[in-house]
């Protein structure tokens, strides 16, 4: 399993600080201090990282840069690390495809638990190879393909997580605390809206136009995914 994490981060002791603490933990460490190193770094070693860190505001190229570059490639998973901490900015970053997003000054001990939700993420998905339909919705986990009719879709790392724990369950109905659970993990720390607004990003995909809708709200309980509108 990989286990190589490209540490992107301007402020030297902080990056020095950091990165000891992921090689205390059996992490493999690729640094980078400006944006335009992180990219060249990236584009040598993607094969090889589990995750980028990237922190927002770097000199040369910014991370907001740096991210939508990878995302044009691959849908490796990327934590934004940085001092911005308001919502607007948050949002920007999840709409551009990170996965996650802690802000500075963080403990240790956080960043790891968001790690340890990508590592059992990464290691679940690499043992499967299926195919999924609900309706003309199609998933497939070996090419990580996802087509609605003939239009294939682009989804983030998140988006594509959470569209397919509910293709495995299609009719279920499930609560928020149980999409975090499953889909973030146990050890997420952020906000249970976070369901609401990735369930939003799915609809905006995958329910457009005339299509039949596949995403279903039950009022008080939480959400489902399913051929017919059964609430």
Same mark, same amino acid.
């Given at each position: ?7 992107v981060?301007?402020?030297? *002791?902080?990056?020095s ?9 059996? +992490?493999?460490v690729?640094t980078?201090?400006d ?10 070693h993607?094969?090889d ?11 040369r190229m ?15 998973p ?11 900015d948050?949002v920007?970053g ?10 500075? @000054? ?8 968001r790690?340890?939700?990508i ?26 393909q ?10 983030t ?7 397919? +724990?509910?293709?495995?369950h @299609?009719?279920?109905? +499930? ?9 973030w *993990? ?5 906000q249970?809206n976070?369901v609401?607004?990735?369930?939003g ?11 039949t ?10 959400y489902?995914?399913e051929?017919d509108?059964?609430?």
């Open positions: 399993m990989k286990n190589t994490i490209l540490l981060e301007d402020e030297t *002791g902080l990056a600080y950091v990165a000891k603490e992921l090689i205390f933990e059996d +992490f493999q690729l980078a201090a944006g335009e190193a992180a990219w060249e770094t990236y584009q040598t993607r094969d990282l589990l995750l980028v860190l990237l922190d927002w505001m770097l000199p910014d991370g907001m840069e740096v991210l939508r570059r990878i995302r044009k490639h691959d849908d490796l990327v934590i934004m690390m940085t001092a911005r901490d308001y919502l607007g948050k920007t999840l709409d551009n495809g990170a996965d996650d997003y802690i802000t500075k @000054p963080f403990e240790i001990e956080e960043l790891l638990a790690i340890r939700v590592q059992r993420r990464t290691a679940h998905q690499s043992g499967l190879d299926q195919t999924y339909h609900v309706a003309d919705l199609t998933l497939i986990t070996k090419t990580r996802v087509t609605r009719g003939t239009e294939t879709l682009q989804l790392q998140r988006e594509y997580d959470l569209l397919l +724990f509910l293709m495995r @299609p009719g279920q109905v +499930f609560t928020r605390d149980e999409l975090l659970d499953n889909v *993990g146990v050890d997420f720390l952020g249970q976070v609401d607004v990735y369930i990003y799915l609809r905006n995909k995958i329910d457009t136009g005339d299509q809708p596949l995403f279903h709200t039950i009022r008080g309980v939480g489902s995914l051929a509108d059964a609430s």
